[in-house]
């Protein structure tokens, strides 16, 4: 199986920075897109930025000039470096990946979405 772990959320103040890490660890083959989502409180989780295998990114129009997401395909590791941050990107951020791996009840390997635990990232104002 598949694991994403998410790593680097925190509290930090208006206009401060983070870096948040996700990385892919099991039976895995090849990953495709991987992306970032975040889901703040009473809202839906909406995707903050995405990237293809071949390192293009797109990204939400509220985190464009602010976020920046790279990956390091040896290490199944993406990050999402974010600067300027607002109190309103306040919310737990989840990493998705698109994977091709073993899968043990399949007998075989198969393509699944998967996703990690989510990581809190406070801003204050």
């Known amino acids: 199986q598949v694991q994403l772990v998410e790593s680097g959320g925190g509290l930090v103040q208006a206009g401060g920075s983070l870096r948040l890490s996700c990385a892919a660890s099991g039976s895995i083959f090849s990953i495709n897109a991987m992306g970032w989502y975040r889901q703040a409180p009473g809202k839906q989780r909406e995707l903050v930025a995405a990237?293809?295998?071949?390192?293009?990114?797109n990204y939400a129009d509220s985190v464009k000039g602010r976020f920046t997401m790279s990956r390091d395909n040896a290490k199944n590791t993406v990050y999402l470096q974010m600067n300027s941050l607002k109190p309103e990107d306040t919310a737990v951020y989840y990493c998705d990946a698109d994977v091709y791996g073993w899968d043990p009840d399949r007998g075989r390997g198969a393509k699944d979405d998967y996703w990690g635990q989510g990581t809190q990232v406070t801003v204050s104002s």
């Open positions: 990237i293809t295998s071949g390192g293009s990114t």
